[in-house]
Nanobody, 124 residues
Framework: QVRLVESGGGLVQAGGSLRLSCTASGRTFSNYAMGWFHQAPGKEREFVAALSWSRGNAYYANSVKGRFTISRDSAQNTVYLQMNSLKPEDTAVYYC?????????????????WGQGTQVTVSS
Protein backbone atom coordinates (compact mmCIF):
# COMPACT_ATOMS: atom_id res chain seq x y z
CA GLN A 1 0.00 0.00 0.00
CA VAL A 2 1.44 3.33 -1.09
CA ARG A 3 1.51 6.01 1.57
CA LEU A 4 2.64 9.63 1.25
CA VAL A 5 3.10 11.70 4.39
CA GLU A 6 3.79 15.44 4.19
CA SER A 7 5.35 17.55 6.90
CA GLY A 8 7.02 20.92 7.33
CA GLY A 9 4.11 23.29 6.91
CA GLY A 10 3.51 26.20 9.24
CA LEU A 11 3.15 29.94 9.63
CA VAL A 12 5.83 32.21 8.18
CA GLN A 13 6.13 35.89 7.37
CA ALA A 14 6.29 37.11 3.80
CA GLY A 15 9.81 36.77 2.46
CA GLY A 16 10.52 33.78 4.67
CA SER A 17 11.23 30.15 3.82
CA LEU A 18 9.82 26.71 4.56
CA ARG A 19 10.85 23.23 3.49
CA LEU A 20 8.14 20.66 2.99
CA SER A 21 8.90 16.96 3.10
CA CYS A 22 6.99 14.05 1.60
CA THR A 23 8.02 10.62 2.81
CA ALA A 24 6.85 7.80 0.58
CA SER A 25 6.40 4.16 1.53
CA GLY A 26 4.87 1.02 0.15
CA ARG A 27 6.96 0.48 -2.97
CA THR A 28 10.02 1.59 -4.89
CA PHE A 29 9.45 4.97 -6.48
CA SER A 30 12.29 4.92 -8.97
CA ASN A 31 9.87 4.85 -11.92
CA TYR A 32 7.40 7.32 -10.49
CA ALA A 33 6.63 10.94 -11.12
CA MET A 34 6.36 13.04 -7.97
CA GLY A 35 4.57 16.32 -7.62
CA TRP A 36 3.48 19.08 -5.29
CA PHE A 37 0.13 20.81 -5.59
CA HIS A 38 -1.59 23.40 -3.47
CA GLN A 39 -5.17 24.32 -2.77
CA ALA A 40 -6.33 27.60 -1.28
CA PRO A 41 -9.81 27.97 0.27
CA GLY A 42 -12.48 28.19 -2.40
CA LYS A 43 -10.05 27.40 -5.20
CA GLU A 44 -9.15 24.35 -7.23
CA ARG A 45 -6.05 22.32 -6.58
CA GLU A 46 -3.16 23.81 -8.56
CA PHE A 47 0.13 22.44 -9.79
CA VAL A 48 3.26 23.73 -8.05
CA ALA A 49 6.20 21.52 -9.02
CA ALA A 50 7.01 18.08 -10.42
CA LEU A 51 10.00 15.78 -10.43
CA SER A 52 10.93 12.63 -12.29
CA TRP A 53 12.28 10.36 -9.58
CA SER A 54 14.55 8.39 -11.91
CA ARG A 55 15.73 11.23 -14.15
CA GLY A 56 15.83 14.00 -11.56
CA ASN A 57 14.51 16.65 -13.91
CA ALA A 58 12.01 19.15 -12.55
CA TYR A 59 9.22 21.38 -13.79
CA TYR A 60 7.61 24.35 -12.05
CA ALA A 61 4.53 26.50 -12.23
CA ASN A 62 5.37 30.00 -13.43
CA SER A 63 4.18 31.45 -10.15
CA VAL A 64 6.90 29.66 -8.16
CA LYS A 65 9.74 29.46 -10.67
CA GLY A 66 12.93 30.85 -9.17
CA ARG A 67 11.53 30.68 -5.63
CA PHE A 68 10.71 26.99 -5.07
CA THR A 69 12.91 23.94 -5.60
CA ILE A 70 11.76 20.32 -5.72
CA SER A 71 14.29 17.61 -4.94
CA ARG A 72 14.50 14.01 -3.72
CA ASP A 73 16.55 11.85 -1.42
CA SER A 74 16.32 8.31 -2.75
CA ALA A 75 17.91 6.79 0.34
CA GLN A 76 15.19 8.35 2.50
CA ASN A 77 12.39 7.86 -0.07
CA THR A 78 11.59 11.51 0.47
CA VAL A 79 10.71 14.39 -1.82
CA TYR A 80 11.25 17.97 -0.69
CA LEU A 81 9.84 21.33 -1.67
CA GLN A 82 12.10 24.18 -0.62
CA MET A 83 10.06 27.37 -0.65
CA ASN A 84 11.88 30.70 -0.49
CA SER A 85 10.70 34.31 -0.79
CA LEU A 86 7.24 33.24 0.28
CA LYS A 87 4.29 35.48 -0.52
CA PRO A 88 0.84 35.71 1.09
CA GLU A 89 -0.63 34.25 -2.11
CA ASP A 90 1.34 31.05 -1.46
CA THR A 91 -0.97 30.37 1.49
CA ALA A 92 -2.68 27.02 0.89
CA VAL A 93 -2.74 23.37 1.83
CA TYR A 94 0.15 21.67 0.06
CA TYR A 95 -0.22 18.12 -1.19
CA CYS A 96 2.37 15.61 -2.30
CA UNK A 97 1.41 13.22 -5.10
CA UNK A 98 2.89 10.22 -6.89
CA UNK A 99 2.15 9.11 -10.43
CA UNK A 100 2.90 5.72 -11.95
CA UNK A 101 4.83 7.11 -14.89
CA UNK A 102 8.36 8.19 -15.64
CA UNK A 103 8.62 11.90 -16.33
CA UNK A 104 7.29 15.19 -14.99
CA UNK A 105 3.51 15.49 -14.72
CA UNK A 106 1.68 18.79 -14.29
CA UNK A 107 -1.95 17.68 -14.18
CA UNK A 108 -3.57 16.45 -10.99
CA UNK A 109 -5.48 13.71 -12.82
CA UNK A 110 -2.18 12.12 -13.87
CA UNK A 111 -1.34 11.34 -10.25
CA UNK A 112 -2.59 8.22 -8.49
CA UNK A 113 -1.53 8.63 -4.87
CA TRP A 114 -1.94 11.66 -2.63
CA GLY A 115 -0.85 12.67 0.84
CA GLN A 116 -3.10 14.23 3.44
CA GLY A 117 -1.74 17.74 2.95
CA THR A 118 0.12 20.24 5.12
CA GLN A 119 -0.97 23.83 5.75
CA VAL A 120 1.28 26.69 4.73
CA THR A 121 0.28 30.17 5.88
CA VAL A 122 2.23 33.26 4.83
CA SER A 123 1.45 36.46 6.70
CA SER A 124 1.95 39.88 5.17
Amino acid sequence: QVRLVESGGGLVQAGGSLRLSCTASGRTFSNYAMGWFHQAPGKEREFVAALSWSRGNAYYANSVKGRFTISRDSAQNTVYLQMNSLKPEDTAVYYCAAGERVGVLARAQEYVYWGQGTQVTVSS
